[in-house]
Structures are given as C-alpha cells and as structure tokens.
Nanobody, 122 residues
Framework: QLQLVESGGGLVQPGSSLRLSCAAS????????MGWFRQAPGKEREFVAA????????YYAESVKGRFTISGSKAMNTVSLQMDSLKPEDTAVYYC???????????????WGQGTQVTVSS
C-alpha cells in the first residue's frame, strides 16, 4: 500500500517561502491524483491543491491561488508544494494523500502521513 511522508515545514515570517515535499514509498501511478491538505488548530482539514499525476493538471483552493504551486517529480516519486508570499493564516499542519478521482474532500483520499508543521509568524 502507498505510504507518504511529508517534510519541509518550518517557522517563517510573513512574505517568506517554503517548499514542502511528499515522498512516496510505493509507486504513484499515472491514474493517481495527489493532493495537499492542511489543518489548523480547531479547524477542519481543508483542501489546498491537487495534481493529476498523468497529465499534470493542477487544482487550487481559492485562498492559495497565485501563491502556491503544486508539482510532481515522476523520477523521484515525490509531490511538492511551493508556497510563496506566506501569510499567518497559512499556519497549519500540511498533509499529502492520494485519490483516483478528483475531489476536494479529505475522506476521498488515503495514504495520509504524519504531516509537516508550517508556522507563519513574525
């Protein structure tokens, strides 16, 4: 079964950038859709971005459009999330997961890792 491990989080100031990585221990098939989600304290897990592995088609939450970029490396079997112009409201634990049909609902995904903490604060 696919296992995913997130990394790259940290503490940064508003306006800074971070690049998150999601490493897969199993093969990410071309039929996969890889998604990034985040969960802030006291809030529900929310969709951030997704990418169709086979085509590279990207989807973004309105709150991150123009600031975040999702990408995949088939050679490295990893999914990345480049986060620019970070805001305090981006503070959350970030997770990646996989589905086979596009969705923005966390319940449709599996393979969740431990997540990586992103804190944006001055």
């Amino acid at each position: 079964q696919l296992q995913l491990v997130e990394s790259g989080g940290g503490l940064v100031q508003p306006g800074s950038s971070l690049r998150l990585s999601c490493a897969a221990s199993g093969r990410i098939y071309s039929s996969s859709i890889m998604g990034w989600f985040r969960q802030a304290p006291g809030k529900e897990r929310e969709f951030v971005a997704a990418i169709r592995w086979g085509t590279g088609l990207q989807y973004y939450a309105e709150s991150v459009k123009g600031r975040f970029t999702i990408s995949g490396s088939k050679a490295m079997n990893t999914v990345s999330l480049q986060m620019d112009s970070l805001k305090p409201e981006d503070t959350a634990v970030y997770y990646c997961a996989r589905t086979t049909s596009y969705s923005r609902q966390p319940s449709e995904y599996n393979g969740w890792g431990q997540g990586t903490q992103v804190t944006v604060s001055s």
